[in-house]
């Protein structure tokens, strides 16, 4: 069983749909983290959570809204996408002491029609 | 800001070549910590190796070594008699801390590279 899990592996969904992406760590750590990677950029940060609360938002449109019920879970609800959010979303997780290394998720790919 | 550079976009090596990637970083902290993560096509990232700003010594690990130098701002990465499970893309990190004491990671772009039998 891998340290991070996420669901759905893939994800194709249009412009007017609702659905949500779901991480889940079983490593006990208390800080998880959205990224988004689209092809030829650098991952890019946009949410952090540490012991549930949110504690950074990279200027992320609220058409990407997270939820972060415990330190194990974290979701990431989409509503009304657009086609240059088709994407891999990777999740990952890491202890609270800046110095500890993120473990990351399979990712979703996301494809907006 | 922080940056971090991997100018090599892609490499393409044939099997028990040895090859290195490099990464530049910006950073104005004195403490920091640098990150090298490898990226199956399966799309997990898989972490390699943290190391402290304060810590210049070299490391290796099996087939795998890390050159740091703190005077060029690098991190270069060298993998030693290649072998086709290596072909990933790699990324090398730099830590940016942020409010609450977790950690942001700021990435290069990667470097894809492809072992050839």
């Known amino acids: 069983e891998t340290g991070v899990t996420q669901t759905p592996r893939h994800l194709v969904m249009g412009m007017t749909n609702k659905k949500s992406l779901k991480c889940e760590q079983h490593?006990?750590?208390?800080?998880m983290y959205w990224y988004k990677q689209s092809a030829k950029k650098p991952l890019e940060l946009m949410f952090v959570?540490?012991?549930?609360?949110?504690?950074e938002n990279n200027s992320v449109p609220s058409r990407f809204s997270p939820e972060c019920p415990n330190s194990s879970h974290l979701f990431l609800h989409l509503h009304t996408l657009q086609p240059e959010d088709s994407a891999l979303y990777l999740c990952?997780?890491?202890?609270?002491?800046?110095?500890?290394?993120?473990?990351f998720g399979d990712g979703t790919r996301l494809s907006i029609l | 800001a922080q940056k971090v550079t991997q100018a090599q976009t892609e490499i393409s090596v044939v099997e028990k070549e040895d090859v290195t990637l490099d990464c530049v970083y910006e950073?104005?902290?004195?403490?920091?910590?640098l990150f090298w993560y490898k990226q199956p096509p399966s799309g997990e990232l898989v972490f390699l190796i943290r190391?402290?700003?304060?810590?210049?010594q070299n490391e290796i690990s099996g087939r795998y070594s890390w050159n740091f130098q703190k005077s060029t701002s690098s991190f270069n990465f060298t993998i030693t008699a290649s072998q086709v499970v290596d072909s990933a893309v790699y990324f090398c990190?730099?830590?940016?801390?942020?409010?609450?004491?977790?950690?942001?990671?700021?990435f290069g772009k990667g470097t894809k590279l492809t072992v050839n039998p």
């Open positions: 990952a997780s890491s202890q609270y002491q800046g110095d500890q290394p993120q473990h």
């Open positions: 990190a730099l830590s940016d801390y942020i409010q609450g004491g977790s950690e942001k990671l700021v």
């Open positions: 190391r402290n700003s304060f810590d210049e």
């Open positions: 950073t104005r902290d004195t403490t920091y910590y």
């Open positions: 490593l006990g750590h208390n800080a």
């Open positions: 959570y540490n012991f549930k609360e949110q504690t």
